[in-house]
């Protein structure tokens, strides 16, 4: 379909970035960046009406989304120049061809294409060695201004050494140094940064990111020393995770792992280091409102579970409010058994307990409602979670 459209609409078609380099990788690639010359919103829609599939445009990038039953994207690129007037803020689009598209990417092992249509179907492009960047191992920047026009690229170069074992080339470290003493990171939108930072705490081996950048000079930009704590993070590694795997594969349990990781990242910040943080990230009400509700009840939490006489009734007043992360970021920080305990009996069984009474069973006794209604059915559940009722 691909190939008809591109000789009707007379334009080119090129995999491009992340699928090139993980096929070359063997990897699994989850979505697909696929770059026209010619225009990448047209196109888009015009298959998408071909083959029946959804498609969002967004104008001002020129670019445009296709969803797929599986669940997988495929972005179509208008192929473009970039031109950054401002460091650190967003670039000038216009249309281009392949090859200064080529150009205008972060690293050599994201410039790698392939061409999807026409005579020269499956050729390959390579302009910058990114075959051989992959075979050794090596994040290499396509051009010495590169961190300073796009900061949230030190980010991605962390991402990707991590994930990939790869390791960062020397000049491209020295170029992250020097973005950095120019405060380029300082410099980004908190809609930037936050989603770059989100997009660390995305990466499989989050902690081992959060060193580099940390040993890169990145963390110190943003954060307060002793806001943030990377050994917390360190506690989601898979080895370390294990023991609680009961909890984290329950069906009757959904959490966010991203959510769980920012929370244990900012697990020592106080109220008004959080306060300072928010004015250079800005987050979503509910991960926003979670690190609160994290510390306001860390010290309370800890002082009160630690104690070994709490009912499953008592237990459950202290731990209902709060969200199902901030209790596994409790449990996985404080790392004391009688916390785990409890945290066990309240997720895997306490929460699911539900009382059959109703106001209605009320009413038939005769009990005029009111107030007493709530006193009633919470005293009801209390007993029912201390084993006090036995129900036929
Ligand atoms: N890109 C870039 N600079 C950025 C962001 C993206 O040059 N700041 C380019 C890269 O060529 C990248 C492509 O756009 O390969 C697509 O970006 P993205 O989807 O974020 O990355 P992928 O390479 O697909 O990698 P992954 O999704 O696996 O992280």
């Known amino acids: 379909e691909i190939d008809a459209l591109c000789q009707s609409a007379g334009c080119n078609a090129y995999i491009v970035g992340g699928a090139v380099r993980d096929y070359f990788l063997r990897m699994d690639s989850c979505d697909m960046d696929i770059v026209i010359e ?9 298959l998408g009406e071909k083959l029946n599939y959804i498609v969002k445009t967004y104008e001002p990038f020129l670019t445009a989304t296709m969803q797929l039953p599986s669940g997988q994207k495929i972005d179509f690129i208008t192929s473009r120049k970039e031109v950054y007037l401002k460091p650190a803020a967003l670039p000038i689009i216009i249309p281009a061809g392949l090859i200064e598209d080529l150009k205008r990417r972060d690293f050599s092992i994201n410039s790698l294409a392939i061409q999807l249509n026409g005579r020269d179907k499956g050729r390959f492009y390579d302009l910058f060695g990114g075959l051989q960047d992959l075979k050794d191992k090596k994040i290499r920047i396509l051009h010495d ?5 796009d900061p949230t690229r030190i980010f991605r170069a962390v991402r990707y050494a991590v994930r990939l074992d790869f390791k960062i080339e020397k000049h491209t470290k020295s170029l992250i140094a020097k973005a950095l003493a120019e405060k380029a990171v300082a410099s980004l939108s908190s809609e930037r940064l936050s989603n770059s930072f989100l997009s660390v705490l995305s990466e499989e081996k989050t902690a081992i990111c959060m060193e580099e950048l940390n040993r890169l000079g990145v963390l110190a930009e943003i954060f307060l020393q002793g806001s943030f704590s990377i050994n917390e993070l360190r ?3 898979d080895d370390k995770i ?18 769980l990781k920012l929370l244990l990242f900012f697990f020592p910040c106080s109220l008004s280091d959080w ?8 987050f979503d009400k509910k991960y926003s409102h979670c690190v609160l509700q994290m510390i306001e009840y860390r010290e309370k939490f800890m002082d009160t579970l630690q104690q070994s006489h709490l009912s499953p009734a008592e237990v459950y007043q202290l731990l209902r409010p709060l969200y199902t992360e901030v209790i596994l970021c409790l449990l996985l920080a404080c790392d004391h058994l009688q916390i785990e305990r409890y945290c ?14 109703t106001g209605k069973d009320l009413l038939n006794l005769g ?21 006090k009722i036995v129900t036929y």
């Open 145 to 149: 201004d590169s961190f300073l026009d």
């Open 367 to 387: 009990i005029k409602p009111g107030e007493i209604y709530g006193i009633i059915l919470k005293q009801v559940l209390a007993a029912k979670l201390d084993h």
């Open 235 to 237: 506690k989601m590694d």
């Open 38 to 46: 010619g225009n990448g919103m047209i196109f888009a829609k015009s």
């Open 275 to 282: 306060q300072s943080i928010k004015r250079v990230l800005s």
């Open 344 to 357: 066990m009996m309240f997720l895997l069984d306490s929460q699911h307990i539900k009382l059959h009474v």
């Open 242 to 259: 294990i023991r609680y795997n009961v909890l984290f594969e329950s069906p009757g349990i959904s959490c966010d792992p991203v959510l």
